[in-house]
């Protein structure tokens, strides 16, 4: 239940609804209490690129999806304020490239994991993967119990997408050698800097375009799917994805000065 009615034309009403809904998930125990942080961490950032899916984020949404149609064993990582904000295009997604869901905590709880659980079959889930009763193993040199991984999922897996992923972790699954892609408003993160794709970007607007170019691109043939993935630079794209910062930040920079004029006429 949302507690607070935003009014339809608030300027600011997606971002407050987005907030809601973390705040709904903490409530039910999907979200933890360290992802109410990172979520303002992500508003903050979302405030810098203009709270718009700009084009670089474009691209990269590409390449993510054309590198998930090409893996032979793609799976999709889980957390709390992921299956919090878009149960229903992990679903999708999830379906459309034959990428299982795997749930992975930081903040391990068995009711969190329940919640989890319940939230994704809501969304449409037949299988999650990384459950407490699955078969699982550790990924080496990382200590929190993330480092648990569902034998079937992430430990065989050849691509993981990591949204909203924690920087160690990341670079744990570079370590042994997986193809990682990750959502992460934050271009400086060092999630966005290990990964081999980084859609800098909001997962509420980044997931059901993943979802609608998913669709279109599932029908070109391999070679143009390994061409989008050849062209992409992730470190191109980076320093592109800070650019557009630079350039949001200057035009609000030159509105200001633009006002301030008026003002003293
Ligand atoms: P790192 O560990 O990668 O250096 P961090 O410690 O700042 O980064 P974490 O809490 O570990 O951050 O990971 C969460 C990341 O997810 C942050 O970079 C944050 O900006 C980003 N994030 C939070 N909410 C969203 C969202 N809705 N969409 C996209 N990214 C988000
Ligand atoms: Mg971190």
Avoid at 110 to 131: C, F, M, P, S
Wanted: proline content about 4%; some cysteine; hydrophobic content about 40%.
């Amino acid at each position: 239940m949302t507690e607070i009615e935003i009014p339809s034309d608030h300027p600011r009403r997606v971002s407050l609804e987005t907030r809601e809904r973390i705040i709904e998930g903490h409530q039910d125990n999907i979200v933890a209490t360290a992802g109410l942080l990172a979520h303002g961490r992500g508003e903050a950032f979302d405030y810098l690129i203009g709270e718009k899916t700009n084009d670089q984020a474009m691209k990269a949404i590409d390449a993510a999806v054309a590198s998930m149609l090409l893996a032979d064993h793609p799976v999709i990582s889980v957390n709390g304020n992921a299956c919090s904000l878009v149960p229903e295009e992990l679903v999708e997604l999830s379906e459309i490239c034959g990428a299982p869901l795997e749930i992975n905590l930081f903040y391990y709880r068995k009711e969190r994991e329940d919640a989890i659980v319940t939230a994704l079959k809501k969304a449409g889930a037949k299988e999650i993967l990384g459950t407490i009763e699955r078969p699982s193993e550790t990924i080496p040199e990382l200590s929190s119990n993330r480092r648990k991984v569902d034998s079937d999922g992430i430990g065989s897996a050849d691509l993981v997408v990591v949204p909203l992923e924690d920087g160690d972790r990341t670079e744990a699954l570079k370590r042994i050698g997986k193809f990682v892609v990750t959502i992460d408003l934050n271009p400086m993160s060092r999630t966005s800097v290990y990964s081999d794709i980084t859609i800098v970007d909001n997962i509420v607007r980044a997931m059901p375009l993943m979802v609608e170019r998913s669709r279109d691109l599932k029908h070109e043939p391999r070679e143009k799917l390994e061409a989008i993935v050849k062209a992409f630079d992730n470190r191109k794209n980076l320093e592109t994805a800070i650019e557009r910062i630079i350039e949001h930040l200057e035009k609000q920079a030159a509105g200001f000065a633009n006002i301030t004029k008026e003002e003293n006429r």
